[in-house]
């Protein structure tokens, strides 16, 4: 039997990140050392705190479906933690998801259909491109890598790419895979074309709370941004909670309300005793955000004098984990023979819409780092 296959799939590719980090395992699985700085997951344990919230949660019979949207409780510490944010959300314009990554491919599904336009900052998160195109909608794409992928010096390329044909634009700010945290000039262009053209724009603050030296504004607390404004983040970075599976959105009442009949129909909840844990990571649990912001902090730092050593010069990432090495011109050839000579493991910068780089995450210990770009130095690959 020949099976066929939708056209939503089919014109899609797998993650790429996803895709780099399994070659990295099938490595490790035959004996080798790798040194993965491919994949975007803190290398710290979930918080004490956490783990035992889920625990307790578990020992107190809360195993069971919850409502879909999410429990109450955990609605509001979200609506608390948006309040704190300069954002204002009542618990009923807040969906608990499987990740944050089911919370945008919930509202992309409820707002992009066949032929609709969305707008991209590139370097752009692998997943954004096949999400937009299993909604059957099309992309332009906005180019910063000549800017030090800031949004500022970029507006005017911005404003030629939005129209009154735009349906959506998709800000990512701090960003992966760049690491840039946009200004707030910035972000006010943003509000001035998404007002003028009456495009609706997903803030993806995944990464808020992981920043050096700067504080990110929420889209959505710009004038004229609380009702064309989705803000999307989640647990799995800031917390360390990658494998929890916990995320969140907020918007209008009524995209709730439709993306609300996706959410019911598909993962119907997110785990019940994890959203008990999102409560105490939320409410308890600052400090260990901190000491792991620090951390990563001075990771970033080591990176960035270990490529100067070598000659190597990056733009300096104010925020997330990540950072864009500039590699030859075919990246992809680059990182598969990185990883296949030096065992470390890269994500092609034309994944992210960006050729001519490598994205590397400084989520991993010091001394991996250390070794990863000195095996990179070693083989010829800096």
Request: proline letters at 4%; charged letters at 25%.
């Amino acid at each position: 039997m020949t099976m066929e296959f939708t056209d939503r799939v089919t014109r899609v590719e797998p993650s790429a990140t996803l895709a780099i980090s399994a070659l990295a395992t099938e490595l490790e699985a035959e004996g080798a050392d790798v040194v993965d700085l491919s994949v975007g997951e803190p290398d710290f344990p979930t918080p004490e705190n956490i783990v035992e919230a889920g625990k307790d949660a578990m020992d107190a019979g809360h195993t069971g479906y919850t409502t879909s949207a999410g429990i109450l409780e955990l609605r509001e510490a979200i609506a608390d933690k948006l309040a704190d944010d300069g954002l204002e959300h009542t618990a009923d314009e807040i969906i608990v998801t499987p990740g944050a990554k089911q919370a945008l491919y919930e509202i992309v599904q409820a707002l992009i259909q066949d032929g609709d336009e969305v707008v991209l900052l590139d370097p752009a998160w692998v997943s954004y491109e096949a999400m937009v195109k299993m909604a059957g909608g099309d992309l332009t794409r906005v180019d910063l890598s000549d800017s030090d992928f800031q949004l500022e010096p970029a507006l005017d390329d911005l404003e030629a790419a939005v129209s009154d044909d735009t349906d959506l634009l998709i800000v990512n700010s701090p960003s992966n895979p760049t690491g840039a945290v946009y200004s707030d000039a910035a972000l006010e262009g943003v509000r001035d074309l998404a007002v003028e053209h009456d495009v609706t724009v997903i803030s993806d603050e995944i990464y808020k709370e992981i920043t050096y030296g700067v504080e990110p504004t929420s889209l959505g607390t710009l004038e004229g941004m609380a009702d064309r404004t989705v803000t999307v983040n989640g647990f799995s970075k800031a917390y360390s909670m990658t494998g929890w599976r916990l995320g969140y959105f907020a918007g209008p009442q009524d995209l709730i309300d439709q993306a609300g009949k996706l959410h019911s129909h598909s993962v119907s909840s997110a785990v019940n005793f994890v959203q008990h844990a999102g409560i105490e990571a939320l409410e308890n649990t600052d400090e260990a955000v901190e000491e792991m912001t620090e951390a990563f902090e001075q990771r970033r730092d080591l990176v960035i004098d270990l490529l100067d050593d070598h000659g190597v010069d990056v733009a300096v990432p104010e925020g997330a984990f990540y950072m864009m090495l500039p590699v030859d011109d075919d990246d992809q050839a680059w990182c598969e023979g990185a990883i296949e000579d030096a065992h470390v493991a890269t994500v092609p910068g034309s994944a992210f819409g960006t050729p001519g780089y490598a994205r590397i995450s400084y989520a991993a210990s010091e001394e991996r780092l250390e070794e990863g770009i000195e095996r990179l130095a070693e083989e010829g690959y800096l």
